[in-house]
């Protein structure tokens, strides 16, 4: 979890520069322990930031050294998501004792992601790294069981969308899924309910004759 820490910085924008400006930046601990300064004014694009107090003997925010990704949260991830993929034909087994392992490995799935999000919030890119987000995102669209943390997920990525810190596209589908789950029109037509005639066929969607232009909105192609 981040805490804030009281700290100025000496600001260079251009060839300009502001000392003691202040600066509450956030700290995290990556996934060996070290606290990692992160300057909001770096987020705001100033060109150069000292952490903290001023000068060039501090640190510098920005660094991709000060900045890391959560590793052991990211591989954790990616294997719960490598997991899914390698067994997702069990899903749609035949088989009762094969859809019954699908359903048990994707509530305790489910159950880990439930913990992430409590204690980190979305796992999104800036946390985790590109593929760890995206499997962040498989576990949810996986979590058929449990809806609300469908809906906890749901949620903290449509936050992270409007930072501009997670994808619209994945969004889509996500809501989609949950609305899907509770019995609701979907809004982009990316949960298919069976293919006919070599054509998918969506769950019920709400306003049809806008379909394609709500999916264009959010990068998804023509059904």
């Not at 499997?135 to 609300?148: E, M, N, R, Y």
Request: proline share 6%.
């Amino acid at each position: 979890m981040l805490r804030a820490l009281d700290a100025s910085c000496l600001v260079t924008v251009g060839s300009r520069t502001a000392t003691n400006v202040p600066c509450v930046p956030a700290v995290g601990s990556t996934s060996v322990g070290v606290l990692i300064p992160v300057c909001p004014h770096v987020l705001a694009g100033v060109t150069t930031v000292w952490w903290p107090g001023g000068g060039a003997g501090g640190k510098k925010c920005g660094d991709t050294t000060m900045i890391g990704v959560d590793e052991a949260l990211a591989a954790e991830l990616v294997a719960m998501a490598t997991e899914q993929r390698e067994r997702i034909q069990l899903s749609a087994s035949e088989d009762p004792g094969d859809r019954l392992t699908w359903r048990e490995m994707t509530v305790r799935h489910a159950e880990r992601l439930a913990m992430i999000l409590a204690e980190e919030g979305w796992p999104a890119e800036d946390m985790v790294g590109p593929e760890a987000a995206l499997a962040a995102w498989l576990v949810a669209q996986h979590a058929d069981q449990q809806l609300d943390v469908q809906r906890r997920a749901f949620a903290l990525m449509s936050a992270a969308v409007n930072e501009d810190r997670a994808s619209r596209y994945h969004l889509a589908f996500l809501q989609d899924r949950l609305l899907v789950n509770s019995g609701q029109p979907q809004i982009y037509g990316t949960q298919i309910a069976a293919i006919r005639d070599g054509r998918p066929v969506p769950w019920p969607c709400e306003d049809g004759d806008h379909l394609d232009e709500r999916r264009a909105e959010v990068g998804i192609p023509p059904l």
